[in-house]
């Protein structure tokens, strides 16, 4: 399944990059992220509570950042493994400046398998969007507390 | 299709029902009607550890009218609504609506609060209560709130409602003249699109116009371009075909029922259909 959008960030686009890239915002932004554990470099292993509406789980996975091409351009590669199923993808995330702000834009390729994957057809599009904007809302608060922090040092 | 072991308890008023609810452990999922729950549980995708059944409190049922205010319980079933006759007289849309959701067995059990609650991105009452501009009244711990039903609903199954509250009624005024259009699903009759037209008229003119599209997003929603369109127009037939011409949706679900375009354009169809039956109410 293809899924593909677009996001804008109020905050820069270097910024966001940093963000975007880093550990600890990335485990802030996660919904319920409760483990979150560098296993080989770039490559995380994670425990988070994703889910759309009534449908929620506890999914450990794997993260992989790849092909950086710095403030532009990096491909994100995730795999996760949770009661209602599994599934993979690979997305390409594109960074380019909107005004003040930033202007993302993702193509993500995924597979899901078990129960999500037989029954959810009908709302997988609309669900992996849903939690991509979920992520990304998540993530610019975590820059702006950030950026808000080391302003008032 | 065996759901996961839950425990399951029965409240027998509002206060009970939000005090099991705050006590609980682990996923305690209030339960009305069951037919969007259950389904998931049987699936899996659901695993509450506690039910809290609902249905049976007393006071949350039924359908009333006071000043041309219209008033429904939280717990009053589709078929209910159905043949209602407040509602066959004031606000023949909601039946009509109601009548159209699943099958018999779904519309015996089904309560318009869960389909509220729940806001599956296919289900028809959204869009209704949206078009006639209804409050959605709310219990909780802390007492009681009213949210407009324009914004209720902010995306996939996403509403303003809290972990443990409780819808308790939804009330409108009675619409002049309001009709529910729907492509529905051929198997599960949910909504591919469904639009809901609420419309005042005064000398043939029309002077106000809500209308609301279900089953096109990821949630229920106003068509504001659609509702200008109309504002001052006579509500003849290229008025209506210019207004629905305006019925653009924004993130438009695809899925195996229909593509983007398909949907786009049956949300086009499906909007000049009830508007034209609104406006000969
Ligand atoms: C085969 C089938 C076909 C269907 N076709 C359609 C259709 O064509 N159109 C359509 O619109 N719907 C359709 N439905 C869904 C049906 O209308 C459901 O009954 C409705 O969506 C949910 O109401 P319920 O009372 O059964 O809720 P439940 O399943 O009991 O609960 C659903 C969710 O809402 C919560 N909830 C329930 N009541 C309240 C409340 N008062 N306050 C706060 N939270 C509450 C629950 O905790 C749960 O999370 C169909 C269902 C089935 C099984």
């Given amino acids: ?153 | 299709m065996i759901p996961s072991a839950f425990d399951y308890q029965r409240a027998g008023s509002i206060a009970e029902a939000i005090a099991l609810k705050q006590g609980a452990e682990g996923d305690a999922r209030f339960i009305a009607g069951g037919h969007s729950l259950i389904p998931l549980m049987k699936l899996r995708l659901a695993e509450p550890s506690l039910l809290i059944d609902i249905s049976g409190i007393p006071g949350l049922s039924g359908v009333s009218e006071d000043g041309g205010r219209v008033s429904i319980g939280a717990l009053t079933t589709h078929a209910e609504l159905e043949s209602d006759s407040v509602l066959l007289a004031s606000a023949p849309v909601v039946a009509e609506a109601a009548g159209e959701i699943g099958d018999q067995q779904v519309r015996n059990r089904g309560t318009i609060g869960g389909s509220l609650a729940h806001a599956d991105p296919a289900s028809d009452l959204p869009a209704v209560v949206v078009a006639l501009d209804a409050s959605i009244h709310i219990a909780g711990a802390g007492g009681e709130r009213t949210v407009a039903a324009g914004d209720f609903f902010s995306g996939l199954f996403e509403v303003d409602l809290a972990e443990d509250e409780l819808i308790t009624s939804v009330s409108f005024d009675a619409p002049s003249q309001a009709a529910y259009a729907k492509l529905r699903h051929p198997a599960s009759h949910f909504a591919i699109v469904g639009v809901a037209a609420s419309l005042t008229v005064e000398g043939g003119v029309c002077t106000g116009a809500r209308v609301a599209v279900t089953g096109a997003s990821t949630h229920a929603q106003r068509l504001g371009a659609v509702e200008e369109a109309l504002t001052g127009s006579s509500l003849d037939d290229d008025a209506i075909a210019a207004a629905s011409a305006a019925a653009d949706v924004d993130d438009v679900n695809a899925d195996l029922a229909g593509s983007e375009e398909y949907r786009q354009a049956m949300t086009r169809v499906f909007t000049g259909r009830a508007i034209a039956a609104a406006a000969a109410r």
């Fill in chain 1, 1 to 153: 399944m293809r899924v593909d959008g677009e996001h804008r960030f109020d905050l820069s686009r270097s910024v966001m990059w940093e963000h975007l890239l880093n550990p600890e915002s990335l485990q802030g932004a996660i919904p319920g992220c409760t483990a979150f554990e560098e296993v080989a470099p770039e490559t995380w292993e994670l425990t988070a509570q994703v889910g759309v509406g009534p449908v929620r789980g506890t999914f450990t996975g794997r993260v992989e950042l790849r092909d950086r091409e710095p403030e532009s351009r990096y491909t994100l590669i995730a795999s996760g493994q949770g009661r209602p199923g599994g599934g993979q993808g690979e997305a390409v995330i594109n960074l380019t400046d909107d005004g003040d702000g930033t202007h993302l834009r993702y193509e993500a390729d995924v597979t899901v398998r078990g129960a999500i994957a037989r029954v959810g057809g009908r709302l997988l599009t609309a669900s992996a969007r849903t939690m991509a904007r979920q992520f990304f809302d998540a993530i610019e608060k975590e820059a702006k507390t950030a950026t808000e922090r080391s302003a008032a040092r």
